[in-house]
């Protein structure tokens, strides 16, 4: 039993811990990242997002951006039967915040937009309008990406303060 419990304070440390790792990778970019590029040449800039769009895919950022999402989801499932435990509502608020706001968002808003970026010729006419309007898209839903996973981290850390015992 002990062993579970201490799993399972792991899993929520990792969990609040990695929300924030991704709210910060968020943050860079929304804060320097898109302004770094938007000084730039169309062309040049197009070209260095379309590889980063290629580079973000590795194991480092796909642990801290998933990693909180299936620890919200593992934990949430276990907290089921107990929501009289101190802390258990604020892990819930920020498995949701995580899921719908960093997750949802980056499939619904930040993906697409990749998508459209990444079949452009960063020298054509079409990139620049395309670039035009993809900085101001981008960066409003990397916006709600970084506030949401910042929230998220803040209710998990709360649910790990809320408890009194971490090994009950």
């Not at 999402?69 to 101190?86: N, R, S």
Request: overall charge neutral; hydrophobic content about 55%; glycine content about 8%.
């Amino acid at each position: 039993m002990v062993t579970f419990l201490n799993l399972r304070f792991s899993l929520m440390l990792f969990t609040a811990i990695a929300s924030a790792v991704s709210a910060g990778i968020f943050y860079a970019f929304s804060t320097f990242v898109m302004k770094a590029l938007a000084e730039q040449p169309p062309a040049q800039g197009i070209a260095t997002m379309q590889s980063i769009n290629i580079t973000v895919i590795n194991p480092w950022f796909m642990a801290a951006f998933f990693g909180p999402a299936v620890g919200g989801i593992i934990l949430t499932i276990a907290l089921l039967g107990q929501w009289d435990q101190p802390g258990a509502i604020y892990w819930l608020v920020g498995s949701l915040l995580y899921l719908i706001g960093t997750i949802g968002v980056t499939i619904v808003g930040n993906i697409p937009l990749n998508d459209a970026l990444a079949v452009v010729r960063p020298d054509s006419a079409e990139g620049a309008t395309l670039w035009a309007r993809y900085l101001t898209d981008w960066t409003f839903w990397n916006h709600v990406r970084t506030a949401a996973g910042f929230l998220a981290a803040a209710m998990f850390t709360i649910s790990l303060c809320q408890r009194t015992d971490i090994t009950t």
